[in-house]
């Protein structure tokens, strides 16, 4: 097996085949064109504003042109042969004739089946196709034939079949749900693409997946399609649910989502014309993936993953998409791709289903694909979100299932080409997917991965230049809470709020790229119950970007951040005087502007400023409830401890990293603050009330710009790292102690934790060399102490510039280490 079909089997799963073999793809064609005698017009000669389509015996004829329906219109186009313009005025025409049973492609009912070329074309707005049976508005039935589509809406439209002929509803995967292009050559130009379904069919016997669910507003297999000054709005594709499980078989997996505006397959995409100023839309389209079936009692009776969901917006298999001109505005915006849940377990060591993976809110791309959007007046990927799906429920046998993985808010991109010159990647949004509930013996389910708010990159090929990436987000999915003695789940991790990936092929290239305000944020870990502790919280890495290598020149990171998730709360006092149990770890967070991992990375002429990473949140530790045989109240479950944090705006663990850069200032290594302590239970009126829990420590906070893991050499060339601040997390306060005759003590403070390098911090076997790179005004500082009875200790600041130990630091040229606090360096 190829590497990339093993890859895109392992990430994707293999589309199944439907009802037979899929039809092939064509990816080359003859086209052939004959000159028309004349050009025929058909008028339709009606046009109220409900139009009727009952006519059912028209037969067409040589040489005609008056037809009584839209639908006769386009029987006689086909009859002809090519060439004809159908004219529709202002006005809807309904689609009302059933679908035959079994698809039919002679546009006798259901929808409209083209088989020659013809232009249909009406007044814009005012002139609509809208179809009301269970079919989809329009299908291409001959390939590599021209049919242009001019100043329509084309909406209704509700396929449940993959367009082939005799297949009944719901026994293949459904495609194109407004149009089904097979092999043409469509333009679409002032035309309307709206509220079109296609809907995948449940599995409904054991063994049986959901079916998929392709194209909700246009489906192109092979040929072209041409969109000039168009919109595909408000489309979707929903995939059916697998199957549940039988007493000897397995639940089946839900069905695949793709495309809810448009899915391409080996078809050539083009925006834009070759002259003047085009504008296109894909605007609230969604994509679904269906929920896996769920377990019962058996031998191998296990629930099933959910669906994955791919490009809301757009989903491009192996084809490219490009400009007509250098004129053209593309706006994908508020798109969504949802991945279906994993399915329940069953009994007797049947496991749950994780929750599907999303990927591509606005865009997808995979398999060779190219995506090219250059234009000189932008493109604009806005507000667009994918999240995972939901992992399955546990049981009194097994653990919930893990959260579906969501990758690239706005763009997402597999062993694929994105190609980016001007424009927006803004407000977009991953989301891993909630881990499956527990049981009352077993564990709840890990949050989902969430990958690059903005875009993400998995293997291929990246250039973008001159792109504004603000304000996106991912968000790891958030650790089920525990139900009874079994474990709460943990937060989900989350990479590279703005931007993340990986390529085995190429460096990703960024030139005069602005990355702005995104957020990184690993998931909330689940509450502990009954004495069972607090989950950690997911780590967060890159608040701006996440590479392996990565060249990047000019440009700014700014005010980006890494947050890791909070840790669970603790359970209160169990039962059989359980006691209560202590608050989660916070989540590790690292690189406010950049992580890197594992390759070379070069950085030269951007501004990175104002970043921030932050460990997140300890848990609070668990109520005490209950008393002692005396009478007395018992003692609350201690804080959780702060998460750790390295670089508040660097993180590199990579072989190497060379740095030019104007300035890196005021970047933020903040450490978690450790949880409050769990209050003290009541005594009686003659007892002591319980103690407090003690509050959980802060968190380590290194490298307040940089930090160099271990073995790698980091070359910084005229890279001043000025006020930079690393900060140790503060220590929780101790719980509230229990009333009674005498009221409980506070519980002791947590410790605040140790801040080292406020500049940078060395790992041990790690290299910087500063070579005319000063190092003024960067602090470092310990975390403060927790209140309580006692007191707890506040952390210490060392190397307020550099902090090194087992590590080396070499300067050269002109460099300054100075006015740093509370000292320049701490060394060998």
Partial sequence: MSFTNFWKRQRWGTRRPAGGARRSVRTQSTRLRLECLEDRSLLSILAPTTFLDNNTTFVPTAGNTVVPTLRDAVIQANFDGGGDIIKLRAGTYNLTIPNAPGQENASATGDLDITAPVTIQGLGALTVINQTQLDRVLQVVTPDIDVTLKNLVIQGGHAVDDGSSGVLPGTTSAEGGGIYNDGGYLTLTGVTVRNNYAIGGNGTVPG?????????????????????????????????????????????????????????????????????VTFNNFLGNRAVGGAGGGGTRGPTAAGAAGGVALGGGLYLDGSPLGLGNNFVVVTVQGNSATGGAGGHDGSGGNLPGNGGQAAGGGIFAIDSASLTLTALTGAAVLGNQATGGAGGTGSASNDGGTGGEADGGGIAGALS???????????????GGAGGAASAVNAGGAGGIAEGGGLWLGDGWLSLTSVTVASNRAVGGNGANAVGVGAAGDGGAAYGGGVSGFSTVSTPTLTNVSVVGNLVQGGRGGAGINGVGGATGGSAWGGGLDFDDLTLSGGAITGNRAIGGAGGAGGPTGVASTPPSAGGTGGFAAGGALATFAGTVSLSGAVIDANSATGGSGGTGGKATGRTISGNGTTGGTGGGGGAVQGGA?????????????????????????????SGSSGTSISVGGQGGGGGPGGLAQGGAVFNTAGDIATLYSSPLLANVARGGNGGWGGLGGLGRHLGALGPGGTGNDAQGGGAFLDTGSTLDLYSSNVVGNVAAGGVLGIGHPYGTSGTGSGGGVYFVGASLNEFGSTLIAGNCPNNTIGP
């Fill in 208 to 276: 049986a997946s959901g079916m998929d669910a392709l194209g909700g507003g246009v489906y192109c297999a092979g040929g072209g399609l041409t969109l000039i000054n168009s919109a595909i709005n408000n489309n979707t594709v929903t995939a059916g649910h697998g199957a549940n499980a039988s007493s000897h078989s397995n639940a089946s997996p839900g069905g695949m989502a793709e495309g809810g505006g448009l899915y391409a397959d080996a078809a050539t995409v083009t925006l834009g014309q070759s002259s003047g």
């Fill in 650 to 678: 660097l993180y590199l663990s990579c072989a190497t990293a060379t740095l030019s850069l104007p300035a890196m200032a005021g970047n933020v290594a903040q450490g978690g603050s450790g949880g409050a302590g769990g």
């Fill in 417 to 431: 080409t994105l190609t980016l010159r001007g424009g927006l990647i803004v407000g977009n949004q991953a989301d």
